[in-house]
Structure formats: structure tokens, C-alpha cells
T-cell receptor, first 113, second 115 residues
């Protein structure tokens, strides 16, 4: 069935280092992959997304890569800052009624200054 | 621009009491609408989604129900709350998809505590 696995569950990095979060999905028909950032007690906010017709997308310090053959996609944050500390969720859209997203379990990112 | 409103922001209810959470979207028509629940420190669980007025799909069997009485209004209800219903409830919307993959945008959520 539909499944998205996300790793690691927690990640601690030093300020200025890079952070990488990886997700794998099970449905080869998935064609849209958003990433959300959720700060404590707040709503998840979309930070970047990628569609299956491209392999990489970048927005300033954030990039996402997609490998459709291997069915995995990754979030890369460079030059991390303390305000990057949050929970990050990946998701995959399943090609069916309702434009449903299936979310990964989340990664707690801590940036130490 | 589109906005999504959820209320109340926080709610404390006794076990066995009813529930009604409301979500409205402005600035768009015919959105897809979603209800999620997030337990403390956990991920997002899709509860219901709707592609149109009166059209509700349930993802998880439970004592909750959803209704969409108007195009941009989505309501989450329960007749008798359980302790396990505690959590952070998030409403989300997306453009009616078809082949256009569009992100979901979340409301600010309702933090529900059952005593």
C-alpha cells in the first residue's frame, strides 16, 4: 500500500554544516513530493516541492533531489542556522482521487550554535 | 490570496462530550479539503478528505465524522469524545488537482485536550 519512510528520525548538526533528510516511497505512480517544516506548536509550512519531471530543485539554502528509479527523494539544507531547527516532513502524492498526500514520520532537526 | 481559518485554537473537553471543529477557506473555489490529526511528537494522520460539497472520504475508522455543508467549509465532529481523541487537529486545502500537482496548505490547527 501507500507508504513513505523518512530517515533519520532526529538529526543534530552544528551551525553552518549541512543537513540531509531522506525519504523513500512505495508507489511508482507518485509524481509530486513536497517538504514541510513545522515549528513547535505551529502548522506545517511548505518549504519546497518537486515534481517527477525534474531531478533536482533549489531555493537558496534548500534543495531537493529526486531519484524516480530508486523511489527516493532527499532534502538538503546548507549553511544551517539555529532557525532551521524544526520538524521536517516529506510527503508523496498518490495518483488517485482526492490529491492525497502520504507523509513521512518526520525528522527533528536541531542546529547547535 | 487564499487563506484558511480554523477555530477554536485550543479546546479542552471532557470525555463523552461532543465536538465540532470548523475550517473555512477564502480566496479560492472548489478546493480539496482535508482533516489531519497529529498526536504529540508524531506525524500527520489523514482523517478525512473532500473533493466537493457533501463528498467525504474517511481514511481511518473512528468515532469522528466530517461534513462539508458549503464549498469552502469543512467541519469535524464527534458525538462522544474519547481520551484517545486528544491531539492537534489540522485542516488543509489544495487546488482541485486533476493532473496539476498542487501543495496542501495547512491552517493554524486546533489543540484538543480531553480530560
Amino acid at each position: 500500500g501507500e507508504n513513505v519512510e523518512q530517515h533519520p528520525s532526529t538529526l543534530s548538526v552544528q551551525e553552518g554544516d549541512s543537513a540531509v533528510i531522506k525519504c523513500t516511497y512505495s508507489d511508482s505512480a507518485s509524481n509530486y513530493f513536497p517538504w514541510y517544516k513545522q515549528e513547535l506548536g505551529k502548522r506545517p509550512q511548505l518549504i519546497i516541492d518537486i515534481r517527477s519531471n525534474v531531478g533536482e530543485k533549489k531555493d537558496q539554502r534548500i534543495a531537493v533531489t529526486l531519484n524516480k528509479t530508486a523511489k527516493h527523494f532527499s532534502l538538503h539544507i546548507t549553511e544551517t542556522q539555529p532557525e532551521d531547527s524544526a520538524v521536517y516532513f516529506c510527503a508523496a502524492r498518490y495518483w488517485e482521487y482526492g490529491n492525497k498526500l502520504v507523509f513521512g514520520a518526520g525528522t527533528i532537526l536541531r542546529v547547535k550554535s | 490570496s487564499q487563506t484558511i481559518h480554523q477555530w477554536p485554537a485550543t479546546l479542552v473537553q471532557p470525555v463523552g462530550s461532543p465536538l465540532s471543529l470548523e475550517c473555512t477557506v477564502e480566496g479560492t473555489s472548489n478546493p480539496n479539503l482535508y482533516w489531519y490529526r497529529q498526536a504529540a511528537g508524531r506525524g500527520l494522520q489523514l482523517l478525512f478528505y473532500s473533493v466537493g460539497i457533501g463528498q467525504i472520504s474517511s481514511e481511518v475508522p473512528q468515532n469522528l465524522s466530517a461534513s462539508r455543508p458549503q464549498d469552502r467549509q469543512f467541519i469535524l465532529s464527534s458525538k462522544k469524545l474519547l481520551l484517545s481523541d486528544s491531539g492537534f487537529y489540522l485542516c488543509a486545502w489544495s487546488v482541485l488537482g486533476g493532473q496539476n500537482n498542487q501543495p496542501q496548505h495547512f491552517g493554524d490547527g486546533t489543540r484538543l485536550s480531553i480530560l
